[in-house]
């Protein structure tokens, strides 16, 4: 496509219950990040892929929280037992290169999760 | 650790006045900056970047200048339209793709 992609768009979740938030990168991109927004916050790092490695995830908030990228394209990003401090918008972006921290993210529209 | 410091909102202005968002970071070294923007129903957008002291980055009539001695990036329109009403996020990044850290942006609403 034409951009990243994200779904669903709008999830709710009932407390315990384990949800699955998908990312298709533009094609191509080597990098893909996952970002949690709090409302009325900015976005907050969770994890980092280049190509199917997970490089960083030192901003899962914890255990609960896993991601994936298995053949280096789509990433599935899966929280376990979600609490309600878990609802925010999931945020993926990719970008092209490998290098250098100017090359742009491109962001999908985000998966807002709200657990009741 | 890496932070950055948006001026908080909302900021309410009339169309065609002036628009400062201030932006100031911390961080070690020399990272690039950026400003996205957020529309209504939208995803983050990049509006412009800095890549290094003294740059000026620049965008539908949007600018901001890489203050190194200020440790400041702050966002500028000389004349705001209604179109401009979104949430503006000051952000930092570091080479070899490192996450982008962003402040906890600012939302601008312009009436007419």
């Known amino acids: 496509g034409a951009g990243v992609s994200q779904s669903p768009r709008y999830k709710v979740a009932k407390r315990g219950q384990d949800v699955a938030l998908r990312c298709d990168p533009i094609s191509g991109h080597v990098s893909l990040f996952w970002y949690q927004q709090a409302l009325g916050q900015g976005p907050e790092f969770l994890t980092y892929f280049q190509n199917e490695a997970q490089l960083d995830k030192s901003g899962l908030p914890s255990d609960r929280f896993f991601a994936e990228r298995p053949e280096g394209s789509v990433s599935t990003l899966k929280i376990q037992r979600t609490q309600q401090e878990d609802s925010a918008v999931y945020l993926c972006?990719?970008?092209?290169?490998?290098?250098?921290?100017?090359?742009?993210?491109?962001f999908g529209e985000g998966s807002r999760l709200t657990v009741l | 650790g890496d932070s950055v410091t948006q001026m908080e909102g909302p900021v309410t202005l009339s169309e065609e006045a002036f628009l400062t968002i201030n932006c100031t970071y911390t961080a070690t070294g020399y990272p690039s900056l950026f400003w996205y923007v957020q529309y209504p129903g939208e995803g983050l957008q990049l509006l412009l970047k800095a890549t290094k002291a003294d740059d000026k980055g620049s965008n539908k009539g949007f600018e901001a200048t890489y203050r190194k001695e200020t440790t400041s990036f702050h966002l500028e329109k000389g004349s705001v339209q209604v179109s401009d009403s979104a949430v503006y996020f000051c952000?930092?990044?570091?080479?070899?793709?490192?996450?982008?850290?962003f402040g906890k942006g600012t939302r601008l609403s312009v009436i007419a």
């Open positions: 952000a930092l990044r570091h080479s070899g793709n490192t996450p982008l850290v």
């Open positions: 972006a990719s970008s092209l290169g490998t290098s250098g921290g100017t090359g742009e993210l491109f």
